[in-house]
Each structure stands twice: as C-alpha cells, then as structure tokens.
C-alpha cells in the first residue's frame, strides 16, 4: 500500500524559509514519479515540482524557480521541497504526489492527475 506523509508545514513571514518533507513507502523510488503539489483556498490544485524516476530530471512550476528546490534521499524514502523567499502567493496546502511510471523514460509533468496523494500539510505566508 501507498503511503505518503508530508510535514514541516506551518506559519512563515514573507521572505522566508521552509522545508516539507514527505516520507514514502509502499513503492519503488525507481519506478514512480514524484511530484509536489499545492492547493491555495478557492482556487485549483497546481503543480510545482516533481522529479522524473526515469530521467533523474526535476521540473519546477514558473512561480517557483529559483526558489524552491526539489531533493530526494532514496535511502531514507523521503523527499524534500526547500521553500525559500516565500511569498503570500506561496500558501496553501502541499501534498505529495507519485505516479507508477515504471519502463517510462521520460521527463515528469504536473499537467495531470497523479496516482496517490498524501494529506498534505499547511503552509501559510504573512505579508
């Protein structure tokens, strides 16, 4: 069974730093794609990053780059997004996403529903 546990989430001022984590289990790191998503109150769920098991490559939305950056320890199962210079536009809940990709070598994309999600976790930035 799937499973994903996202933490580190919490109350930031603008300009500031956070790291998530989302511990897995339940899958091969080498055959899932790994993504993180957001969702802020009223609006749809948007991609922000996600790593390809095929290419090793990582994607990042447009609103992101140069600010957030997407890391994995394969032997711990966990993977990491390091926030840094957030915005108020940064808030919402992050989940962690995988997707079964396995044979597929190919760049990863946010464009499209994952298979298992986590929980998510609440990042909120003051202005």
């Known amino acids: 069974e799937v499973q994903l546990v996202e933490s580190g989430g919490g109350l930031v001022q603008a300009g500031g730093s956070l790291r998530l984590s989302c511990a897995a289990s339940g899958f091969n790191f080498d055959d899932y794609d790994i993504a993180w998503f957001r969702q802020a109150p009223g609006k749809e769920r948007e991609g922000v990053s996600c790593?390809?098991?095929?290419?090793?490559?990582?994607n990042y939305a447009d609103s992101v780059k140069g600010r957030f950056t997407f890391s994995s320890d394969n032997a711990k199962n966990t993977v990491y997004l390091q926030m840094h210079s957030l915005k108020p536009e940064d808030t919402g809940v992050y989940y962690c996403a995988v997707e079964d990709t396995s044979f597929i070598r190919a760049p990863c994309s946010t464009s499209h529903t994952y298979d298992y999600y986590g929980q998510g976790t609440q990042v909120t930035v003051s202005s």
């Open positions: 790593i390809s098991s095929g290419t090793g490559g990582i």
